[in-house]
């Protein structure tokens, strides 16, 4: 059986209405391990204290799929980068809405999450979702992050930071993509 890790952003407190937390409850009721932590300090987090809380969640021996949004990418960049992810904790890696250093760096409580260079080999299978006008990524997820990293990426228009105010509560497609890597992820919410 897959287990699953859902990691949130800044601010985030993990909200019912939230996408994330409807997919945990999902997976959760399909019969699958689901890991969905509150990383200490959302409004100001500390990156090495979210790292150390990341490797807590990761093991090689276990099928994982991780699901990444906001400032938990880079998070995951940053893990990656420092080899606090190794080859084989992840399966699989859906990195949604990213937000970009033009942004995280106007931001003194998020600014060390700034994205590492794209020097990077990522664990896995590695794909990128995003609106074509996140506010958080002005310059566009392709340019910034799927391009320099060599990641698969999809655009969604419209879909803003791909959050509760973008309307993305239940998004179906990311369930699907979770028990299937080959779904597309830019069916709109229902």
Do not use: K
Request: charged share 20%.
């Amino acid at each position: 059986m897959t287990a699953y890790l859902i990691l949130h952003g800044w601010q985030n407190h993990r909200p019912r209405g939230h996408w994330q937390h409807w997919l945990a409850d999902r997976l959760r009721a399909l019969g699958h391990e689901v890991a969905y932590p509150q990383l200490p300090d959302p409004d100001d987090p500390d990156l090495e204290v979210w790292l150390t809380e990341l490797r807590h969640y990761l093991d090689p021996d276990v099928s994982r799929v991780v699901v990444a949004h906001s400032a938990s990418v880079l998070l995951w960049l940053h893990a990656v980068a420092r080899g606090v992810v190794r080859d084989g904790d992840a399966d699989r890696v859906l990195l949604v809405a990213p937000p970009s250093a033009s942004v995280v760096v106007r931001h003194p409580e998020i600014a060390e999450f700034a994205p590492p260079a794209p020097e990077l080999t990522l664990p896995g299978s590695t794909r990128l979702v995003a609106g074509d006008d996140d506010p958080y990524c002005p310059e566009g997820a392709r340019t910034v992050f799927g391009e320099p990293f060599g990641i698969p990426t999809e655009i969604i228009p419209g879909a803003g930071h791909l959050d509760l105010d973008a309307g993305y509560g239940s998004w179906p497609a990311v369930l699907e993509w979770c028990l299937d890597g080959t779904a597309g992820l830019t069916a709109r919410p229902v």
